[in-house]
């Protein structure tokens, strides 16, 4: 089994995207990072957790999932980098091959200690707009070989009619 260590906020500072969402709205940053590490999670089979620290979200240690992810939010003075390497150490086993991803030239070098892989932000950016592309050729590969329907209908109401499938109005 495979997983995936994320440094929340590590990533967030170094992905353009996200950097630019936190400069206005953090919790949305936060939001827009775990989903973007639940495609991860579904494309790749890795187990992901991402690591918030407690410093931009005072008060008690927090863990929760948000589509299918893990995530933590340390207690009050331990650092996401702390809880990181803890979590490397007490997840690797035999079976298991724990992978970090932060651009923490520090934390890099504690996590090698511990036995996990690195991946730097810039990295799974790269990997992620690879998966993107992945999941599009598949929606899209998908959409060709759905069966077109026995009556013929225009565009205007197959789009009523797919709105109704989903529950929109």
């Given at each position: 089994m495979d997983i995936l260590l994320v440094d929340g906020y590590n990533i967030i500072g170094a992905w353009p995207e996200l950097r630019a969402l936190k400069e206005h709205d953090l919790p949305a940053a936060r939001d827009r990072l775990v989903e973007r590490m639940a495609e991860y999670q579904a494309y790749s089979g890795f187990r992901v957790i991402v690591v918030?620290?407690?410093?931009?979200?005072?008060?008690?240690e927090k863990k929760y999932k948000n589509h299918k992810i893990e995530v933590i939010f340390t207690k009050e003075n331990e650092t996401a980098d702390e809880r990181i390497e803890?979590?490397?150490?007490?997840?690797?086993?035999?079976?298991?091959?724990v992978h970090v991803a932060t651009s923490d030239f520090t934390e890099q070098w504690a996590i090698f200690g511990q036995g996990a892989l690195r991946k730097s932000a810039r990295e799974l950016l790269i990997e992620m707009s690879s998966i993107e592309k992945g999941i599009e050729?598949?929606?899209?590969?998908?959409?060709?070989?759905?069966?077109?329907s026995k009556i013929k209908i225009s565009d205007e109401m197959a789009e009523i009619f797919e709105k109704w499938r989903r529950g929109q109005k």
């Open positions: 918030f620290d407690a410093y931009y979200v005072q008060g008690t803890k979590l490397a150490i007490s997840l690797s086993n035999r079976k298991t091959q050729k598949k929606v899209k590969t998908i959409q060709e070989k759905r069966p077109a």
